[in-house]
């Protein structure tokens, strides 16, 4: 089955570091990729997305490559502020047309400091 | 546009006692979708609607877990009788269509506390 794995957390990082949060995920076909964000007392918010290989999702600061060779979707971001602190979700859809849901990770938890 | 609503927002009731939940998706969204979040993990499909016909279930807990969605619109997800285990937010969520080519819209949730 379709399953997403990321680096657990948190992740503590000083206002303006470089940002990685790793996912690597399984799936048959050729799977959408996508981070979502939560924001403390929010919901699930889209970041960006990646629908085939080699393709960049980019938002607000954040890119995430679409590695089809080693099944990767790493997010990244060169200069975290404050306000970036929030759990970080990977997820993917299947290829299969009849079942496109998304299959999330485990979540990322990301605290910046001042 | 507005978003998806759901409601309540929090629900704190006793074991073996039972819940419902209401989610209004986006005006024209034809897929619905249930996920559980436990807390410190990700959400985790319960059941995804296709206008009012259930396309996927097969993580829905049947036993005690009944969601239905009447004239393709709003939804109702109901857990009787509940236990300690399914403490949790509930997400719903609504896309355009079955491929979610334009991504999903996520409501705020409800959040249950079986005590």
């Known amino acids: 089955g379709n399953s997403v794995t990321q680096m657990e957390g948190p992740v503590t990082l000083s206002e303006e570091a470089f940002l990685t949060i790793n996912c690597t995920y399984t799936?048959?076909?050729?799977?959408?990729l996508f981070w979502y964000v939560q924001y403390p007392g929010e919901g699930l918010q889209l970041l960006l997305k990646?629908?085939?290989?080699?393709d960049k999702g980019s938002n607000k600061g954040f890119e995430a490559t679409y590695r089809k060779e080693t099944t990767s979707f790493h997010l990244e971001k060169g200069s975290v502020q404050v306000s970036d602190s929030a759990v970080y979700f990977c997820a993917l859809i299947s290829s299969d047309t009849g079942r496109r849901a998304l299959t999330f990770g485990s979540g990322t938890r990301l605290q910046v400091q001042p | 546009e507005a978003g998806v609503a759901q409601s309540p927002r929090y629900k704190i009731i006793e074991k073996r006692q039972s819940v419902a939940f209401w989610c209004n998706p986006i005006s024209g969204h034809a897929t619905l979708y249930w996920y559980q979040q436990i807390l410190g993990q990700g959400p985790k499909l319960l059941i995804q609607?296709?206008?009012?016909?259930?396309?996927?279930d097969s993580q829905l807990p049947k036993d005690r877990f009944s969601a239905e969605r009447l004239k393709g619109v709003d939804s109702t997800l109901k857990i009787q009788p509940a236990k300690l285990e399914d403490s949790a937010v509930y997400l719903c969520?609504?896309?355009?269509?079955?491929?979610?080519?334009?991504?999903?819209?996520f409501g705020s949730g409800t959040r249950l506390t079986v005590v």
């Open positions: 609607f296709q206008n009012n016909g259930v396309v996927d």
């Open positions: 799936a048959t076909g050729y799977p959408s």
């Open positions: 990646a629908t085939k290989a080699d």
């Open positions: 969520a609504s896309s355009l269509d079955h491929t979610a080519r334009y991504g999903y819209t």
